[in-house]
Nanobody, 123 residues
């Protein structure tokens, strides 16, 4: 089992930045890939970015490329999502996920999920 806890969400103006964190506990051995998804009201949960277990490979959705950066610190069992140049359409609950599939871009590719953190971008 892997427990995931997100933090760092909040309210920010358009053009601003936020950094989300996702701390893992439990089974934190190697070969666990990590990702971020988001879900806006009335919409399906969508893939944002993923990072492999070693941290040397990343993949991002086209909608966030050049603005969001995913990274991880395995010594702290933590994954980060640096979000710059935020737009109102980035408003959503952001979820951290963990799994063994690479590159997983579907919800069903992941075994473990956090509870989510709200990000609201005002115009």
């Amino acid at each position: 089992q892997v427990q995931l806890v997100e933090s760092g969400g909040g309210l920010v103006q358009a053009g601003g930045s936020l950094r989300l964190s996702c701390a893992a506990s439990g089974r934190t051995d190697s070969n666990i890939n990590r990702s971020w998804f988001r879900q806006a009201p009335g919409k399906e949960r969508e893939f944002v970015a993923a990072i492999n277990w070693s941290g040397d490979s990343t993949y991002s959705a086209d909608s966030v490329k050049g603005r969001f950066t995913i990274s991880r610190d395995n010594a702290k069992n933590t994954v980060y999502l640096q979000m710059n140049s935020l737009k109102p359409e980035d408003t959503a609950v952001y979820y951290c996920a963990a799994g063994v599939i690479w590159i997983g871009v579907r919800v069903n590719d992941y075994l473990y999920w956090g509870q989510g953190t709200q990000v609201t971008v005002s115009s």
